[in-house]
């Protein structure tokens, strides 16, 4: 806004979303030759760098943008009958030095595949897909192989009513395109999830479910079904 020539830098799947989200700044890849630049900062020490508080983040929500062909074709294809529709995502990569305590086997969320009136879709991508076969069998539509990057998995995002994740890219993705997201958070969770809250200042629209004690997830999933069974409740009363 005073005259700087901004270029961002992002990992490849993220390079139409954030083409496509961020009028105005240049954007490339890593391993791209870029233009020569005066100042550098790593996404993550913005904050710091513009002094933001938790009264001052600016969570103009949304800032990512989806395709509209991209969006209509996705909605073609979940439909817009038949539901309450859920995008679910339980695990993050596994290279990440915490997976052990974000992600979360499919099996111990069962209670939420029990709630009637909800049509599940498969948000998850990597090796974890393959977790389905772990599930009822025909409960779970799994779109894994069409979610090439991350602007078809945001045009998926945005023909949801509802997106159920734990911490990993889908929760940030549907947090910063506006959609209600519940968040399932480990006992001790990253910094951004901050402590003893059910929101979060970054993501309006986040609600976040935390294990009362270490490796509980039974604790989460039976919390998650009760909220999901009161959401749908309402949608067949609206």
């Not at 959609?179 to 958070?185: C, F, Q």
Request: overall charge neutral; aromatic content about 8%.
């Amino acid at each position: 806004a005073r005259g700087a020539r901004v270029l961002v830098q992002v990992q490849r799947p993220l390079l139409r979303l954030a083409a496509a989200s961020l009028a105005g700044i240049e954007v490339f890849v890593e391993g791209d030759l870029m233009p020569p630049f005066e100042l550098h900062s790593p996404l993550l020490s913005l904050p710091f760098a513009c002094a933001t508080t938790l009264d001052t983040i600016p969570a103009q929500i949304p800032y990512l943008k989806v395709d509209p062909a991209t969006a209509a074709r996705w909605r073609n294809r979940i439909g817009t009958t038949g539901g309450l529709k859920v995008g679910l995502a339980w695990a993050g990569n596994p290279q990440h030095k915490n997976d052990r305590n974000r992600s979360i086997a499919l099996e111990r969320l069962a209670p939420l595949f029990e709630v009637a009136g909800v049509r599940w879709f498969s948000l998850q991508v990597g090796e974890r897909a393959a977790d389905l076969v772990h599930a009822p069998a025909g409960r779970i539509a799994n779109l894994a192989e069409r979610l090439t990057d991350f602007a078809e998995t945001a045009a998926a995002v945005a023909g949801l009513d509802l997106v159920i994740a734990v911490d990993t890219a889908v929760a940030h993705l549907a947090g910063a395109l506006g959609k209600p997201v519940w968040v399932l958070l480990p006992f001790v969770p990253d910094w951004r999830w901050l402590i003893d809250r059910a929101d979060s200042p970054w993501y309006p629209t986040a609600r976040l479910f935390r294990q009362p004690g270490r490796d509980d997830w039974e604790s989460v999933a039976q919390a998650v079904r009760a909220a999901l069974d009161e959401l749908v409740d309402r949608a067949s009363q609206s």
